[in-house]
């Protein structure tokens, strides 16, 4: 973790997710570390700036592959960072994320507009909302592009169904695995890409 940047360190009594693996899990103590910055009223959770983090120990099978399968528990972000135990010289816990081998996992929350009406759906100030406010903030260029805001609802109706059949061309979950598909960064959960989808459906 780099002390320059905010973080937000979770307590290894609440991951984001479970480990499983085909090679077997151990869990071990937490690893323990100290982050001068959190030693503030601010951090209330880590008295003296310490940090706890959830660690287990994995067998790699004959063969030299290994398969971890992690388990949603709850959203947000988290790091999974690989160390071998039988290092002479073990990676100190403020390690260089540039040093070592890591992996970012990402859980999208469960998001579900099924309870909301197509009338509901199709008010502009619904959809900018849930979906487009975000982007106009993010990515505000692409109001030239595509007519999302920030200010009022888009007033020419042929505009309108032109960019949403854009947006189902290019949100197809067929197109998935494709570099063309929207948004690139996959930032979008499932509830929130049906309902794009859904209002994009609404205005042909």
């Not at 494709?178 to 890409?193: A, E, F, Q, V």
Request: hydrophobic fraction near 35%; charged fraction near 15%; glycine fraction near 6%.
């Amino acid at each position: 973790m780099n002390p320059d940047k905010a973080q937000v360190p979770v307590p290894p009594d609440n991951p984001y997710y479970r480990v499983d693996c085909d090679g077997g899990v151990t869990a071990l103590a937490p690893t323990q570390y100290t982050l001068g910055y959190l030693d503030n009223p601010t951090y209330p959770s880590f008295p003296g700036g310490v940090v706890l983090v959830k660690t287990d120990q994995v067998t790699v099978p004959a063969g030299g592959e290994l398969t971890l399968t992690l388990t949603a528990l709850r959203s947000g972000v988290s790091m999974i960072r690989y160390v071998d135990p039988t290092l002479s010289t073990p990676i100190s816990p403020n390690f260089g994320w540039d040093n070592v081998d890591y992996t970012t996992v990402r859980i999208l929350p469960f998001d579900d507009y099924s309870q909301f009406t197509d009338s509901q759906i199709n008010d502009w100030s619904f959809i900018y909302a849930e979906v487009f406010g975000y982007y106009s903030v993010i990515h505000p260029i692409m109001s030239k592009v595509i007519p999302w805001g920030p200010r009022g609802a888009p007033n020419n109706a042929a505009d309108v169904r032109e960019f949403a059949a854009t947006l189902l061309a290019f949100t197809d979950p067929a197109i998935w695995y494709s570099t063309i598909y929207m948004p690139i960064t996959r930032d979008l959960s499932g509830g929130k890409r049906e309902l794009l989808r859904r209002w994009c459906n609404l205005q042909q």
